[in-house]
T-cell receptor, first 110, second 117 residues
């Protein structure tokens, strides 16, 4: 039972902003939106998370719509090293069963 | 070095053998997790632990055993390995509280690539 929907793949030009969408129309009020990425052969890496407000850190920005049914991860200046699979996950804080879907394979091209 | 480490990095074993994958974290995080990753299935949770001596099943626990006698270690044992358990195994840890990994951010190890022949 997928709780999120992401496009299977996206391309982005190096230096441009990468905008990765995620639909989570059945999100509950106590569920957060998490983003992770997995660079080939490595373990997943935490990027950012949010509840309802937009969030920004040194890696990315997270924009959550007002109705919380979708969100966008923004990498402001994509580099070749940002090529990875990006996972959007919705999860309540007290839920230890964090499930990864198929994610979006982002390819940053020179 | 601080962090989460998995060993071995690569392992080949025969069907029916017992094999243990090790996971060690230096942060004293309460929560630890084991995932497996296969083509076509993504990452699936095998077992997790909320604290020493507390473990619980995830999505795909059959064929695996875990223990957590110390907070920093969370070994995963395949009691009788099968070819279907050929996979990449990731360990992760998490802590509720302050800081960038509060509210459930996970830190993953580098993985163990297990091949059962």
């Amino acid at each position: 039972d997928a709780k999120t929907t992401q496009p299977p793949s996206m391309d982005c030009a190096e230096g441009r902003a990468a905008n990765l969408p995620c639909n989570h129309s059945t999100i509950s009020g106590n569920e957060y939106v998490y983003w992770y990425r997995q660079i080939h052969s490595q373990g997943p890496q935490y990027i950012i998370h949010g509840l309802k407000n937009n969030e920004t850190n040194e890696m990315a920005s997270l924009i959550i719509t007002e109705d919380r049914k979708s969100s966008t991860l923004i990498l402001p200046h994509a580099t070749l090293r940002d090529t990875a699979v990006y996972y959007c996950i919705v999860r309540a804080m007290n839920n230890n069963d964090m499930r990864f879907g198929a994610g979006t394979r982002l390819t940053v091209k020179p | 070095d601080a962090g989460i480490t998995q060993s071995p990095r690569y392992k080949i074993t025969e069907t029916g053998r017992q094999v243990t994958l090790m996971c060690h974290q230096t942060w004293s995080h309460s929560y630890m997790f084991w995932y497996r990753q296969d083509l076509g299935h993504g990452l699936r949770l095998i077992y997790y632990s909320a604290a020493a001596d507390i473990t619980d099943k995830g999505e795909v626990p059959d064929g695996y055993v875990v223990s957590r006698s110390k907070t920093e270690n969370f070994p995963l044992t395949l009691e009788s390995a099968t070819r279907s358990q050929t996979s990449v195994y990731f360990c992760a840890s998490s802590e509720w509280g302050q800081g960038p990994l509060s509210w459930g951010g996970y830190t993953f190890g580098s993985g163990t690539r297990l091949t059962v022949v």
